[in-house]
């Protein structure tokens, strides 16, 4: 049996929400664990502003800044067990709000079932709250395929809808869905610095800053070169931007073999093999598809030209 324990918590008000955390971090400090917050800025000023952490070690994060791209989230679980070797360790989880995009849930489901396949191995119980009032039932009903376990009131029980991580991962009910605005087609070829070129050249039309620019087109170079490298220089890029957002898309006929790709902290006497991980740190979301025809790679940046936040 697994040592992982991942469950999901459904709650339809504040104070339910701030009595079952109290209640999971209660367990927690008779086990003495090291415990990590990442929920949404309103929600950890609700918990905040009760004492149930005292006497814990709580890391608190805001998840609309460490997680506004959801293949961070295993990374900064990882980092925080890293850092507590010697301890046992409880994660509350919040990745999903309201107002997360389309795509950006996808991901997010997608994260959640790659949980079970990332710490399988491992000594960590993590609470992953689901608010009913404001998430739609497709969202609910995948929260239930994701965790192993549900929490309520009457305690833990299993979740009937579970299904293999890998088959959440294959996201075959959510295909890419065609862009939102006519795109540039763009050569991948041995020509990196003309592609990179087209790709600066694009933001700055699409009216993105300097420091976007400049990750963009990182990230968009580390998904040509893979395409190069692993696929032999046979891709495709397009490019496109709508009032929200730009997208970078890159496909080509290799296969990705790895579901955790990018997903994983680099080991430092690792060479090479970071591609996807710099494209998931340097932007606002990554959606990846890969299989029998090939991999096709989306990098989406928020648009920021009327000064709003990532979250």
């Known amino acids: 049996m697994s040592p992982l324990l991942h ?20 367990d927690g400090r ?3 664990d090291s415990v990590l917050v990442a929920v949404p800025e309103r929600k950890l000023a609700l918990l905040r502003s009760t004492p149930f952490h005292v006497g814990i070690g709580v890391q ?12 961070r989230i295993i990374p900064l679980i990882e980092t925080f067990i890293g850092e507590r070797p010697d301890r046992s360790v409880r994660v509350v989880c919040e990745p999903i709000w309201a107002d997360r ?17 990332a710490f399988a191995d491992t000594d960590l119980h993590i ?73 600066k050249e694009r933001a700055r039309s699409a009216g993105m800053g300097s420091d976007c620019i400049a990750r963009f087109v990182i990230a968009a170079n580390e998904a040509a070169a893979n395409t190069l490298v692993h696929a032999e220089g046979n891709g495709s890029a397009r490019i496109w931007h709508d009032e929200h957002e730009l997208v970078c898309e890159v496909s080509d006929t290799g296969v990705i ?3 955790l790709v990018g997903r994983r902290v680099p080991p430092p006497d690792r060479p090479g093999g970071r591609g996807v991980w710099l494209m998931n740190q340097l932007s606002d979301l990554i959606e990846l598809r890969s299989g029998t025809p090939g991999t096709v790679v989306r990098i989406h940046m928020r648009r920021l030209e009327n000064g709003g936040d990532r979250g």
């Open 7 to 26: 469950d999901a918590m459904f709650y339809s008000s504040d104070e339910e929400y701030v009595a079952d955390i109290q209640r999971f971090m209660a």
């Open 30 to 32: 008779v086990r003495g």
């Open 60 to 71: 608190f994060a805001d998840m609309r800044e460490v997680g506004i791209n959801p293949a």
């Open 101 to 117: 995009t389309e795509a950006e849930t996808v991901e997010c489901l997608r994260h959640e079932g790659l949980v079970n396949e």
């Open 127 to 199: 609470l992953c709250p689901y608010d009913t009032r404001d998430l739609a039932p497709d969202v609910l009903a995948g929260a239930r395929r994701t965790h192993p376990m549900l929490r309520s009131d009457a305690g833990r029980s299993p979740s009937d809808d579970y299904v293999d991580p890998l088959e959440t991962y294959a996201a075959v009910d959510h295909p890419l869905p065609e862009p939102s605005a006519t795109p540039l087609c763009v050569p991948v070829g041995d020509k990196l610095d003309t592609f990179r070129s087209t790709v």
């Open 257 to 259: 073999h790895d579901p």
